[in-house]
Structures are given as structure tokens and as C-alpha cells.
């Protein structure tokens, strides 16, 4: 049972990664970048860090920073729960 637990918070965690990482792939194509959508690049997060510098609405900078937030914390649990599993 501890096992097929593990398993569904490692879909889980995987879903929202990938549904969070299109939403910031989208920002920064709105923002004029250039986006590549089938594979991961650890530079978008730091052109992201730079339109939420430069976002002039309190609103849309504090949504921005809480799915940096949320990818973030996303990340770590993905990685305890691979650690956890094999």
C-alpha cells in the first residue's frame, strides 16, 4: 500500500510540474521570448526570474513568484520521492 502511495504522489507531482512549467513557458512567450516546449531549460527559469523583476502589477509579479514558488517545491518533492523509491 506505502508503495502504490509513493507512486500516485510521484504522478501527482509530475502532472503539476509539467502544467506549472507550460504556464511559465507561456509567460515567457507573451513576454516575447523564445520557448522551446518539448524539453527542459534551466535558463527559462532565470529569464523568468527577470520578467518578475521587471513586472510593474504587484498581482501578476506576487502570481508569478508563488509558481516560481510551487515549481520549486515541486522539484524537491520529486526528488524525495524518487530517493524514497529506489
Do not use: C, H, T
Not at 504522489?9 to 507573451?30: E, Q
Not at 521587471?54 to 518533492?77: A, D, G, H, M, T
Not at 526528488?79 to 523509491?85: A, E, G, M, V
Request: without cysteine; positive net charge.
Amino acid at each position: 500500500m506505502n508503495d502504490l502511495v509513493d507512486f500516485i504522489w510521484l504522478i501527482l507531482a509530475v502532472v503539476m510540474g509539467l502544467y506549472l512549467w507550460l504556464i511559465m513557458l507561456f509567460i515567457l512567450k507573451r513576454a516575447g521570448r523564445k520557448v522551446y516546449f518539448y524539453f527542459a531549460n534551466p535558463m527559462d527559469y532565470l529569464a523568468f526570474i527577470r520578467i518578475i523583476l521587471r513586472e510593474k502589477s504587484v498581482l501578476n509579479k506576487l502570481k508569478y513568484l508563488l509558481l516560481l514558488f510551487f515549481q520549486i517545491v515541486l522539484i524537491v518533492l520529486f526528488i524525495w520521492l524518487i530517493k524514497s523509491r529506489f
